[in-house]
């Protein structure tokens, strides 16, 4: 049996795979979206218990709206019901430039931020720490 669904969206198919890999031979269950459209319909269809998002996919911003959609406020959002499955940021921007990240409640409502690439063991790590607050 699984220890848990995660779900990655990321649009770069070798960090997808690494991801993927690491998680599955440490038991999860694993579904992939390379983008946010396709990643909300496995959310609505699967309910993951984990999600590891990237922040640029189609556009630099994706990935910061993807999880301002899954943590809006609004009672009516087709979303509410998902709004507290961890998630955790992935990104490379880091590396590339000065600006810098971190989780936000109302500007980045993620629950961790790592930089790619990350350690295997630092990810299973994170993502064992999120599972268990929930």
Not at 45 to 53: A, S
Not at 72 to 85: E, V
Not at 114 to 134: G, R, S, Y
């Amino acid at each position: 049996m699984a220890k848990g669904k995660i779900l990655i969206v990321d649009d770069d198919p070798d960090i997808a795979l690494a991801t993927r890999l690491c998680l599955e031979s440490a038991g999860y269950e694993v579904f992939e979206a390379h983008n946010s459209e396709t990643g909300l319909e496995i959310i609505q269809n699967n309910r993951p218990d984990l999600i590891i998002l990237d922040v640029m996919m189609d556009s630099t911003t994706e990935g910061f709206q993807m999880a301002l959609t899954l943590r809006s406020p609004d009672p009516n959002s087709d979303y509410r019901a998902y709004s507290n499955i961890p998630i955790i940021m992935q990104t490379s921007i880091h590396s590339t430039t000065p600006v810098r990240f971190a989780p936000d409640q109302d500007y980045l409502p993620v629950d961790k931020f790592l930089d790619k690439p990350v350690e295997p063991e630092e990810l299973l790590k994170v993502v064992a720490a999120l599972l268990k607050k929930t």
